[in-house]
């Protein structure tokens, strides 16, 4: 069972565009929503993450968009650069008493070409 | 280097061979887990560690592998008798803490034969 739909499966931009990569998630036990970017031969790097508490995040050129009520969140990249290009990864855990895992249930992943 | 690595970064190996692999978490870090990414996928659960006890496993860990953290600190995933459809990208990643953010290895890449 996916429970982390992610969409486009890929996406090409051009350099100063703002690609956008849209996750939905059906477990509403989940509360931590990270993005990790992946480039290839390499594992994943957290980017940004966000909480339901808030419905935007910025880190640099990174932003998430999140609607709790829709079980949607969105990574946009401003001002994307050639350097970007690379797989992008939502992700969803939930948090629950000490001792569990609280593992990372991954959507499908987007891959990103930003062209010069 | 003080992020998550693993050895070695790729293994190729004959169907019916055991392979071991090894993971050092960010020396602070009590958690531990290991993923498997197949490709054009995310990565997928496989295994937790907290300090040295596995708490949980996910139902893709079959009986041919298995993982140890002894002491605390690096953890080996093992599987035995492989098969192809072993081959894959083999994850550890660390965290500590209230939000337990997870940082990524680099990865073992397996090909079996």
């Known amino acids: 069972q996916q429970q982390v739909k992610q969409s486009p499966q890929s996406l090409i931009v051009q350099k100063g565009g703002i690609p956008i990569i849209n996750c939905a998630y059906e477990n509403t036990a989940f509360d931590y929503f990270p993005w990790y970017q992946q480039f290839p031969g390499k594992g994943p790097a957290l980017l940004i993450a966000i909480r339901p508490d808030v419905s935007e995040k910025k880190e640099g050129r990174f932003t998430i968009s999140f609607n709790k009520s829709a079980k949607q969140f969105s990574l946009h990249i401003m001002d994307s650069q050639p350097g970007d290009s690379a797989t992008y990864f939502c992700?969803?855990?939930?948090?629950?008493?000490?001792?569990?895992?609280?593992?990372?249930?991954f959507g499908s992943g987007t891959q990103l070409t930003v062209l010069p | 280097d003080t992020g998550v690595s693993q050895n070695p970064r790729h293994k190729i190996t004959k169907r019916g061979q055991n392979v071991t692999f090894r993971c050092d978490p960010i020396s602070e870090h009590n958690r531990l887990y290991w993923y498997r990414q197949t490709l054009g996928q995310g990565p997928e659960f496989l295994t937790y560690f907290q300090n040295e006890a596995q708490l949980e496993k996910s139902r893709l860990l079959s009986d041919r592998f298995s993982a140890e953290r002894p002491k605390g600190s690096f953890s080996t995933l093992e599987i035995q008798r492989t098969e192809q459809g072993d081959s894959a990208m083999y994850l550890c990643?660390?965290?500590?803490?209230?939000?337990?953010?997870?940082?990524f290895g680099p990865g073992t890449r397996l090909t079996v034969l």
């Open positions: 990643a660390s965290s500590f803490g209230q939000y337990n953010e997870q940082f």
């Open positions: 992700a969803a855990r939930t948090t629950v008493s000490s001792g569990s895992a609280r593992q990372l249930t």
